[in-house]
Structures are given as C-alpha cells and as structure tokens.
C-alpha cells in the first residue's frame, strides 16, 4: 500500500506532467471503484487541472473546481502512459478500474491486482466531502505539527503505538510498512502503550517519525510512479524483512503475523531482546 512519502512523490509526479493539461475523457471500468455518482464522470471532461494535492494518503486532482480524489489501498496503483492506447476499455477484461485521458494524448489508469477490490475514487466539489478526507488527522510533516502536538495525540491514549501511527483518525498518511520502521528508528516497541510511554521517548518517536516520513519522501521524490514500490522496499530497515540482518545492531529481524497482515521489528532494538510472542493478542514473553 503506498503511504504518505509514495502518495506524495506521485503527486509531485502528476502535478508536472499535467501542468497546461485538460481532461478529455474519464472511463469507468470497474463500477464499484467510484463512490460518488454526482457529480458524473462526464463533469470532468474540457476541465483544466489546477493542481495536484494530497491529503493524508488520498491524491486530490483538481479539475476546475470539481476534484477527482481517489485512494490506492492495498493494491492499487497508478499506471502513467505518455500515450494512451485508443481502445476502449472493457469492464472486468483487465485490472484498471479507470483510466483519465488528458489533452495532448497522454493519461493515467487506476489499477488494482488481486480479487479483494478496494480502490476508491470520488468526483467531488469539496475533497472533504470524502469520508475518509473528512475524517483525517493531522499531517505529520506539516509545519504545525508541533512535539507538543504530538504529546497531545498521545496523551491518555491506552491503544498501542503501533496501532495509533496507522490510525488515520489520529495521524494522516502511516501506514504498516512506516510505522515500522518509525518504530524502529525510535527503538520502540511495537506494542508499547501510546499515552504510557515517558517523555525522553515520546520525544524520540516525534523525531523519529518526522525524519523517517522527510527521509522517504526525499528519496521518492523525482521517481517516476513505475519505479516507486521498488524504491520503498529498497529504503526499509525492518519493514518486510523478516529473518534478516538489523541494520542497526546486526540481530534477526523478527515477526509477528496477524490475521491479514504482519509487522516487523527488532527485538534488541525496541524489546529489550525479548521476543515479541506471534499472536493476535501478543504480549512480551516473559
């Protein structure tokens, strides 16, 4: 799943190579994909692109007032061709879900890979019209995302930090992959409890997850949208690389699975050495 540094280096991409574009035609091949109806798909075409945005993990086209927003999920990505082919699309023959033609003949598909379809995409007057727009937290790489903001996110808070990084409701733009390595950077654990933890360490996460997220962010940016998974994954410390060497003390990289997901961390690191038990409910073995 891309999260905020991926999310933001497509947008950067899309912003320049739609510079002085239009959108000539919207085509919907996977109906579910869109989650609005009004307005139509057809509102977009002759409209100008004003600009590219982001919010949280959603990118934001703004075609004359009217936004297409669309989430990539799990799946999803975005396909960028400097010359659509002319064929039309056929629902269900392939995996886009729907392609934007642009005024000079070049255009961008949504895709998404598997059976578990989750890709969403809104045509909207406001993004915040978006429920998940709507509902975001703040953005940690703003300028007023302050420490002292991020003491109050956790204060009180009795959830485990890993979960709190991901929660879009509190923070916008973490996901599974960032939240481990944040961690990792911090030398946290995983399941430490948010609105328990002292504050040299909150302290610690704050920076860490600032520089993690400018990092990432500055190594995607000026990559084109094909080379960016490929990039993430060659950037990870622990995230995905289960059994292999810690690049900070040289122990194993150690997992925890889930139901439909996992997290990886380093247990000298972030657990005092003590493995993390492999469980939905996972406590430090003692």
């Known amino acids: 799943m891309p999260e905020l540094p991926e999310v933001q280096a497509l947008v950067d991409f899309l912003a320049e190579r739609t510079a002085g574009l239009a959108v000539t035609k919207v085509e919907l ?26 919010h949280g993990k959603f990118l934001d086209i703004d075609c004359d007032g009217t936004h297409l927003v669309f989430h990539l999920a799990r799946a999803g990505w975005l396909r960028w061709s400097d ?88 923070i916008a733009g973490v996901g599974n992959a960032y939240s481990d ?7 946290v654990s995983p399941f430490a409890i948010a609105g328990s933890l002292p504050p040299d ?20 940016s000026g990559k084109p949208a094909k080379e960016l998974k490929d990039a993430k994954r060659a950037g990870m410390r622990v995230h995905a690389r289960t059994g292999q060497a810690c690049p900070e003390c040289g122990d194993v990289v150690r997992e925890v699975s889930f139901a439909d997901t996992s997290l990886q961390y380093c247990a000298t690191c972030q657990t005092g050495g003590k493995p993390l038990a492999d469980r939905r409910m996972s406590r430090l073995l003692k």
């Open 29 to 54: 091949a996977s109906i579910s994909a869109l989650k609005t109806f009004n307005p139509p798909p057809q509102s977009l075409e002759g409209a100008p692109i004003d600009g590219v945005h982001r």
């Open 83 to 170: 010359q659509l082919p002319t064929t039309v699309l056929r629902p269900g023959k392939s995996p886009i879900a729907l392609r934007v033609r642009l005024s000079d003949g070049s255009g961008f598909d949504l895709t998404e890979a598997g059976t578990k379809k989750s890709l969403a995409a809104y045509i909207v007057r406001d993004p915040k019209e978006v429920p998940g727009v709507a509902r975001l937290g703040p953005d940690p790489l703003a300028d007023d995302f302050t420490l002292e903001r991020f003491r109050e996110l956790l204060t009180g808070r009795r959830t485990q930090i890993k979960g709190l990084l991901r929660d879009q409701e509190v």
């Open 181 to 187: 390595e944040i961690l990792h950077v911090a030398k």
């Open 201 to 220: 360490v909150v302290d610690r996460l704050y920076a860490a997850l600032r520089e993690t997220l400018s990092s990432a962010v500055h190594a995607a």
